[in-house]
């Protein structure tokens, strides 16, 4: 007889619940409810630990729960859908990212920063397109605050984002040359999160290893 796994795992509860402040908790585990059960644990990069109103919180690096639209949270309050899309940012698939990344930014909060932040850093240009496309000025004071208290995480934004420009976008389709073009750059820069001391450096190192690549 085969049996259907109905539940999500104590893996599971455990790292979605760490993903946000423990005032949370409950919502949490509400919106955690409305998805789909994965066929694989989160993943959890440590470097993601970041700050959040001086609580640390571990952002997922990737999720994979079953696809899921704007119905499947119909019932949830406003901050329930806000943690489920929060979660649902970080999917492994980059069209959930995309559509989740359009209703997080309907969402601006403390909590939700960090998941906005790491959007800046995703490769799919579809992705930091669509959250260029729907931010709000309410961000800002958020993102400042964010910038304030996660100093160090700034810097391996700025790094993802400098190496995406250059390895997918700066040198082929859709030659995105000028990095003030690149629209995770834009965002960064609009929301104070681009580290304007430390971004020259890696730029003129990212520039040096396509160089070497360039004369191997």
Same mark, same amino acid.
């Given at each position: 007889?085969?049996?259907?796994?109905?539940?999500?795992?104590?893996?599971?509860?455990s790292l979605i619940r760490s993903a946000f @402040?423990?005032?949370l908790r409950d919502a949490v585990a509400v919106a955690l409810g409305s998805a789909g059960i994965a066929p694989h644990e989160p993943f959890v990069d440590p470097g993601?630990?970041?700050?959040?109103?001086?609580?640390?919180?571990?952002? @997922?690096y990737r999720v994979y729960f079953p696809p899921a639209g704007i119905s499947d949270i119909e019932g949830l309050t406003s901050t329930e859908?806000?943690?489920?899309?929060?979660?649902?940012?970080?999917?492994?698939d980059g069209h959930q990212r995309e559509y989740w990344a359009r209703i997080l930014c309907e969402h601006p909060s403390s909590w939700t920063a960090p998941y906005l932040a790491a959007l800046l850093g995703d490769y799919v240009i579809q992705v930091l397109e669509a959250v260029g496309d729907t931010l709000t000025d309410d961000w800002k004071p958020i993102m400042e605050h964010y910038a304030e208290e996660n100093q160090i995480s700034l810097r391996a934004l700025n790094h993802r984002?400098?190496?995406?420009?250059?390895?997918?976008?700066?040198?082929?389709? @859709?030659?995105?040359?000028?990095?003030?073009?690149? @629209?995770?750059y834009r965002v960064a820069e609009e929301l104070g999160l681009w580290d304007r001391r430390t971004a020259p450096k890696l730029l003129r190192k990212a520039?040096?290893?396509?160089?070497?690549?360039t004369n191997c």
């Open positions: 007889m085969w049996f259907t796994k109905k539940q999500h795992s104590t893996t599971s509860k @402040p423990e005032r993601r630990e970041v700050l959040v109103d001086g609580e640390f919180v571990s952002i @997922p859908q806000a943690i489920f899309a929060s979660f649902m940012t970080r999917h492994h984002i400098l190496n995406y420009w250059t390895f997918y976008y700066r040198y082929y389709s @859709p030659n995105i040359r000028i990095l003030t073009d690149y @629209p995770g520039k040096a290893h396509k160089a070497q690549q």
